[in-house]
């Protein structure tokens, strides 16, 4: 299986694909319907909306591995927050920087608290907005960590796909009990449609770890068969057959690029697509749509909008990978082995076996 360090490629690419068609969902849809006026483009890029379900796969897969190899609670915080908070950082800058010197409601200038609870990643939990819309996503993913954290402290990781059919059932009863309210911070923590997405991928994980058993193909199955009730309001509220198919077929793709099948995906251009694809997600709506803004006034094509605001995003995505991503990261790694060296003793983890030892994927986005 085509590695570097302990990166699985394969994902590393699949994750790359998945910020590409986000990003050309925003700028080849999305942006004409928060701000109507050019000419539409022949070809829908609405379905790039569900990279994001293919994210939150990718996490639960990775996380997972993650938690299993941190010595403790305060060694997986950290390294979660090591991996994830420089490029945010520097791109929340970058964002409220552009959003105070040329505004695009919702994109406008935030107010401090408005900025400090965006601080956290979590701005929605604080019931404040985010600044940039793709922020909405890290929301969700900072609830994940903290339930991994919580099996991680209580050391019931042996006990993880009973926990994930409770925390989806919990999404269940959720929905029949309250109308759920888009990103309300009861509707996040509950995740009710998205717990099965990372269920899925830690569900992955632990079967291409050759620890699979019968509760994770029971568990595997409940998520992905829980996606035939449809989308919820993020989803664009898609039908229950459309979202269990893209739900199978999602799965599926993982699950391809989790094996040496990966291999084929990772020439080296799309290697660096996946290197990049954070911060690409990160940068690509409050750059892009000022980009296309400025061409609508000026009277370009949309598709020349569209490809010259893709070419930024990924320019600026490349700068911040290269100037603060990489350096941040090299310096928290070596701050984290020394953390983890003085570190407690291990917590209790599932007995490894021989699949074990394969390569770990790309942190998520």
Request: glycine letters at 8%; proline letters at 7%; aromatic letters at 12%.
């Amino acid at each position: 299986m085509k590695t570097v360090g302990d990166r699985l490629l394969g994902l590393d690419v699949l994750r790359g694909f998945a910020a590409l068609a986000v990003m050309l969902h925003h700028h080849g849809g999305y942006y004409d319907w928060l701000y109507p006026g050019r000419a539409s483009l022949p070809v829908d890029f609405f379905p790039g909306h569900f990279g994001v379900e293919l994210f939150f796969i990718i996490s639960g897969f990775v996380v997972l591995m993650t938690t299993e190899r941190s010595k403790g609670v305060q060694a997986f915080v950290l390294a979660r927050a090591t991996r994830l908070l420089p490029a945010y950082l520097a791109a929340l800058l970058l964002a409220t920087i552009i959003v105070i010197a040329a505004p695009m409601p919702p994109l406008d200038p935030p107010t401090l608290r408005r900025f400090l609870a965006n601080l956290t990643m979590a701005p929605l939990l604080f019931d404040e907005r985010v600044i940039d819309l793709p922020y909405w996503t890290l929301n969700y993913e900072v609830v994940f960590y903290l339930f991994m954290a919580l099996v991680l402290w209580s050391r019931r990781l042996r006990s993880l796909e009973w926990i994930a059919l409770a925390w989806m059932a919990l999404g269940a009863l959720y929905l029949l009990l309250v109308d759920p309210l888009p990103h309300h911070r009861t509707t996040i923590v509950a995740m009710p449609y998205y717990s099965n997405f990372f269920t899925i991928g830690m569900c992955l994980y632990l079967l291409h770890a050759g620890r699979g058993r019968w509760i994770t193909w029971v568990t595997l199955a409940m998520a992905i068969a829980i996606s035939a009730r449809g989308g919820g309001p993020q989803a664009f509220e898609v039908s229950g057959p459309l979202y269990f198919t893209l739900t199978v077929a999602l799965t599926a793709l993982v699950w391809g690029a989790a094996m040496p099948l990966g291999q084929r995906l990772a020439a080296r251009p799309l290697a660096f697509l996946g290197r990049i694809s954070y911060p690409l997600y990160l940068v690509h709506v409050v750059i892009g749509f000022e980009i296309i803004r400025i061409g609508v006034e000026r009277g370009w094509s949309t598709w020349t909008g569209v490809v010259i605001a893709g070419a930024a995003s990924l320019l600026a995505a490349t700068l911040l990978h290269v100037l603060i991503e990489v350096p941040g990261q090299r310096l928290s790694r070596a701050a984290l082995t020394r953390w983890t060296s003085a570190g407690p003793a291990p917590v209790e983890r599932p007995v490894m076996t021989a699949g074990t030892d394969t390569a770990a994927a790309s942190d998520p986005s």
